[in-house]
């Protein structure tokens, strides 16, 4: 039987019977710097992922949890090495759902992300993180173009996945629950950076049309910001540093978009959910 060792290892970790049905399957290249399993036992599925840093995804998973995101349970977490897996690993609850991906995803589901993402903003760690100099640059070039008010800044105290791709955010089948998964990049910083790269990769932009990724800043902005300026602009600008990382002259061309706009980003609720660019600036 594959991984037979591993298998029996599991059952005295986690109590089980030994008559217990238990299946392990790799579900991932075990050649990547993180394996994943999918683990069985009995009727209910869960997810094995080993990585040496585990205990920063576990604790990740705890803090959201706790603040209320909708994220995966924790069934149980071990740090050490001496297993027939030689890696700490995390075992969590398997979300059975669809990634929301660009092909699959809608406006309306992101309203099911407004209590995950309201709980990340409402976090408040006692120690900030220092944000990275090479983000706050990038801030403050696209602040200029962008024309945010000069008190725009990145938050660096409170909770961001760090890795929001819509393939991490998983639609729940039969609840439509949109779950938050893989922490292991989380970090103190500013969950609208977040928002930033939810906006560009759940979109089907282009430097082209922008027209999509422009409806999605928008949608964002009044379902999670409440229509707050300051944090609408600071949306803008985490667009535009997601969009720095893979074509420069697309944040160019939406950085242009935003000087069309008055002041900047307007305000989602306003137009409902869409941006329109106004009369540009004499």
């Not at 709980?119 to 006692?126: E, H, L, S, T």
């Not at 990275?132 to 938050?155: C, F, G, I, Y």
Request: with cysteine.
């Amino acid at each position: 039987m594959p991984y037979e060792n591993t298998i029996e290892y599991l059952r005295d970790f986690l109590g089980l019977r030994r008559e217990s049905e238990v299946s392990i399957r790799p579900i991932a290249d075990l050649r990547v710097r993180t394996p994943i399993f999918a683990l069985q036992i009995g009727e209910q599925k869960w997810i094995l992922k080993c990585a040496r840093d585990i205990n920063h995804e576990v604790q990740g998973l705890w803090i959201s949890r706790a603040a209320g995101c909708c994220v995966p349970t924790v069934l149980a977490a071990s740090d050490g090495l001496n297993n027939p897996l030689t890696s700490p690993f995390l075992i969590s609850e398997f979300i059975d759902g669809i990634p929301l991906t660009a092909s699959t995803s809608s406006l309306e589901l992101l309203a099911s992300l407004r209590e995950s993402l309201k709980a990340m903003c409402a976090v408040r760690f006692r120690e900030p993180f220092k944000t990275h100099s090479k983000t706050q640059e990038v801030a403050m070039r696209w602040n200029e173009l962008a024309r945010a008010p000069e008190d725009v800044h990145w938050d660096s105290d409170m909770l961001s996945h760090g890795d929001f791709d819509p393939t991490n955010l998983i639609i729940q089948r039969g609840t439509q629950r949109v779950y938050l998964i893989d922490w292991a990049n989380w970090r103190y910083s500013d969950p609208v950076l977040d928002l930033g790269r939810l906006a560009v990769h759940g979109s089907n932009w282009s430097s082209a049309n922008l027209n999509e990724l422009e409806q999605w800043v928008g949608l964002l902005a009044s379902e999670i910001l409440e229509g707050d300026p300051r944090a609408a602009h600071k949306l803008n600008l985490g667009v535009l540093t997601e969009l720095e990382r893979s074509d420069e002259r697309s944040a160019a061309a939406y950085a242009s978009r935003c000087m069309q706009v008055k002041g900047g980003l307007t305000n989602g609720s306003q137009d409902q959910g869409r941006i329109h660019p106004e009369k540009k600036r004499e």
